[in-house]
């Protein structure tokens, strides 16, 4: 390899304006020679400049021009420093500056520096960050937490005391329950804010709007992020906003390999090609399977044809879930393979823990995914292997396949992603992001305020909605409820015919407090009824479902397997047990809460089912306890942990605030010191334990 040779291709393409190709070829070069561990030389660290990529200067062999520019760019991020990029500088300029911005920039950009730097740089007094999930509401608080807790009160639940300085982190759902309690915003970060339109997330972007447009009422500035998104159609929520789009500065390369040309319709050849790429587990691999059964199909082939490792950590894993989901479950076998599975069904807590496995050196060669892997963490990986190009039952669009491939490659780590097609990639497509007022969330927009950009139906929808509303609720509850966002649900004409239904026959609600009984065998009746409310259904058996809660109502005194043991008469198994959990402790626990507050004023005030609504949202478990389990400690060490005496997480008075400022004072060595432990739970609790210990500052 000529390096002489290869920086005057780069030179020349830079002096033709073919900016994208020469930094292509330079993360090229940058890349053989990391393998080489060979020095730059001063040409090289130049064309680096250049291309404006300065965190990639090599410093021992730079100029002191290249120095100053190392050193220029380099931003305080919180307990450390870190030299950003050109356009990450140019993006923390804009938000020093006070502008209101939508960037789209590739998923290996590092927007999270920026947060980080504007953070350190300002110290704004509350700042709100919404993110997708709850998986990555983890993920961001784990690094907000590191390096800034000790100047702010992070707020990840709905119940949290607010201090003098707040970063609130949490899905837009969560958002509403501080609404009323903060009087101004200094922040509002909307990330992978693509999600508003419906075209990308049908279910959710109703609540997504409602909360944008609740929360820029506050903001004094707004900073949104996505990927992959060309342009921005004219909209109310992003008005204002300067869009800056950098979807051509990439820091990684991605080198595809078209291998269903080969491949074509042969099942049996794609397993074949599959495993010439994991089975030699000399790179990390993400599996991108597309949908459940498919996930099953590739497990199904890896435990075949890959032998069991020998490796501590899986080893002990195995064991830790066989003893706690079941011996017979797929994942116990496949992780001695060295291959995890994530999805959006199972334990936030077990979800989190395989992405730790996954990136540590001596954990999983493979992850099988759906999509919950572009939605959840910012993983990435050397190998991306599209093994199925659906996206559920639906053909994978350009958008979504670019988000995927994009977690090919990462900063310092690989400069090349190699991205494997098992099957044709989607028609490539310029995405121009379509936002539009949901008739949905109607109910919740002023007719005034928002006249410009409502139509003459809208508007009358709007007013028609309030009026009826307060000939029901009466005006002073009506104004309320509004005020107060006690409705949770964003469809407003669902909304409607619910209290329309409670005025029309409130004697069909009699029974309805007889969900606060201890005797879940009190609870028929009523879960049938709030089941057949749902619009959007709830694909099983009601039948099941109520099954599924009264023993679900056990699940604080009982392990999994035993649930699993009572539950299996109604044919639920523990992939639906996942499924079923999360129903209940978000769809239903919101329904019943919009529910319980109407039949208060409706039907009758002086009954009130916040105390099941409570049980049935924390999937039954201790408050603390289930909250523990989004910072990372599972319910089965929660169990052990309280039965022994140490902190009593049972306690209903302890919220999560209180039981993390205990596992502090008691540190890791003193939990991990209990007899009940097993080695993999000790383990677990250092990894719960990294996420709430501050970052020591960097010298």
Known sequence: MDVFEICQEINNLNISGRLSEARDK??????????????????????????????????????????????????????????????????????????????????SFGKSFIIDAFIAAKLPQNVFIIVPTIALMDETRRRIFKKFSDKYNIVTTTDMALGKFNIFIFPQERAFSYLDKVSSIDLLIVDEFYKASASHDKERSPSLLKAILKLSRKAKQRYFLAPNVKSIGKNVFTQGMEFIELLDFNTVYLRKYDWYKEIGDDEELKGQKLLEIIAPRDAKSLIYAGSYPQIDKVANLIMTSMGVLDKPVLNHFSRWLAENYGPNWQLTHLVRRGVGIHNGRMHRSLSQLQIKIFESPHGFDSIISTSSIIEGVNTSAENVVIWRNRLGNNRLNDFTYRNIIGRGGRMFRH?????????????????????????????????????????????????AFKVEMSEILGDEEFERISKGNLIQNSNSDFILELARSMKRSPSDWNGFGFLNSDDPNNWDRMLYKIINLSPSGWDIQFSKLVSFIKVLSDNWRSGIPILLGRLDQAGIGLEQFFQLERNVTFKMSALLRDVNELHRIIVNASVDVSPFIFKLSHAFLPGAVYQLEEYGLPRMISRKIDREGLIKLSDPSLDVRNAVAQFQDIGVEGVNSLKSLTAFDRYIVKYFFEGITQDSIAA
């Open 26 to 107: 330079l993360i090229l070069l940058l890349d053989e020679l990391s393998q080489e561990d060979a020095p730059y030389p001063d040409f090289l660290n130049h064309l680096i400049r250049e291309a404006g990529l300065y965190p990639y200067l090599q410093l021992e062999t730079a100029s002191w021009q290249e120095k100053f520019v190392n050193e220029a760019f380099k931003v305080d991020i919180g307990r450390a420093s870190a030299t950003l990029h050109r356009e990450q500088s140019y993006v923390l300029s804009r938000l020093l500056e006070g502008a209101d911005i939508a960037v789209s920039a590739p998923t």
């Open 415 to 463: 400069f090349v992603g190699n991205i494997y097609l098992l099957e044709s990639p989607p028609k490539e497509e310029s995405t121009q992001l379509e936002i539009q007022f949901p008739d949905a969330i109607l109910g919740d927009l002023d007719e005034v305020e928002h006249r410009d950009h409502l139509d003459d139906r809208q508007v009358e929808h709007i007013i």
